[in-house]
């Protein structure tokens, strides 16, 4: 049975948007164009910053989860796809290569958790909740993000309707979970943008004109995407102590209902097979990408 249990076996790939190179942001305030924009409860934005790891539970995945090579050069491995849990969730793996940033972006089909399995991995929560067919800074005031500097164990729950980034400010590649609940076909648009992957230990080139088609259509998927930080947000935070109510609401509870209910289970593989699954895990994972390039 493949199980995410054994993260230092489980998957590859990066998660969510279009992966731009970038130099790692200095300052702890960067002003964009100011708008005067109330917060929302906090509570909105969570983590498990409080030193104790949350114990992801064991989920039977599939014996052979699609890959697709997706933006600049990353792979995503669906371990949960939208037809495995009737569209309960899915559950993506992911790895970031040094420098890598996912642009600020907004799910307004889906709530989000984010399991980090990594050192290296800057987490950019929001500061609004918006509701669908509202874009800050064209019908709407812009938000701040807040960013997190995260830890191995972590756990994160980003409501839909939140602006939110990554970035790999590490020297290493760097792994994270993903959950996005309901499903919102998020897997079927990934799918869309990418490039099948078949061999593991030789990735494919990356297919921009495939990227550009999921760009075209992402509003169809629930996605406000962004090409650079400021056009949503009007101000980043860093290095700003993380408040006590932040850290207590990651509704670890309701992500391990939803993940032990497991929807529609996936036929357990071969021994062989899984050995095979997890042996393409690792190899994505200690393989490097030589290049970067840029989406936008």
């Not at 230092?8 to 969510?16: K, P, Q, R, Y």
């Not at 917060?39 to 014996?63: M, Q, Y």
């Not at 980090?116 to 800057?122: F, K, N, W, Y």
Request: hydrophobic letters at 40%.
């Amino acid at each position: 049975m493949a199980t995410v249990k054994n993260l230092s076996m489980a998957i590859t790939g990066v998660v969510f948007s279009i992966f731009v190179s970038s130099s790692r942001v200095k300052a702890h305030v960067v002003d964009f164009p100011h708008t005067n924009s109330p917060p929302i409860d906090l509570l909105k934005v969570t983590s498990s910053l409080t030193g104790k790891a949350f114990d992801f539970p064991d989920v039977i995945t599939n014996p052979n989860p699609p890959q697709v090579l997706f933006g600049g050069g990353e792979v995503l491995t669906f371990l949960k796809s939208t037809e495995d849990t009737n569209g309960q969730y899915v559950l993506i793996g992911g790895e970031g290569q040094p420098g890598n940033i996912i642009l600020p972006h907004i799910h307004f089909d889906s709530d989000e958790w984010f399991y980090i399995l990594d050192e290296g991995v800057r987490l950019y929560l929001g500061d609004q909740i918006y509701p669908k067919g509202i874009t800050p800074g064209m019908n709407a005031p812009k938000g701040n993000l807040y960013a997190i500097d995260t830890k191995p164990g972590d756990l994160f729950f980003s409501p839909r309707g939140q602006i939110h980034a990554h970035q790999i400010i590490g020297t290493k590649p760097a792994r994270e979970l993903i959950v996005a609940s309901p499903s919102g076909n998020l897997d079927k648009w990934f799918q869309l943008g990418g490039v099948p992957v078949t061999d593991p230990s030789n990735l494919p080139e990356p297919d921009f004109s495939k990227l550009g088609a999921a760009i075209a259509v992402a509003a169809d998927y629930g996605l406000i995407l962004s090409s650079n930080f400021g056009e949503l947000e009007d101000k980043v935070y860093f290095d700003v102590p993380v408040p006590d109510e932040i850290v207590k609401n990651n509704r670890a509870d309701e992500l391990i209902a939803l993940l032990d209910n497991n929807a529609r289970p996936v036929p357990e593989p071969s021994s062989v097979l899984g050995v095979l699954a997890f042996g393409a895990f690792c190899a994505i994972s200690i393989r490097k990408r030589k290049h970067k390039r840029n989406v936008f």
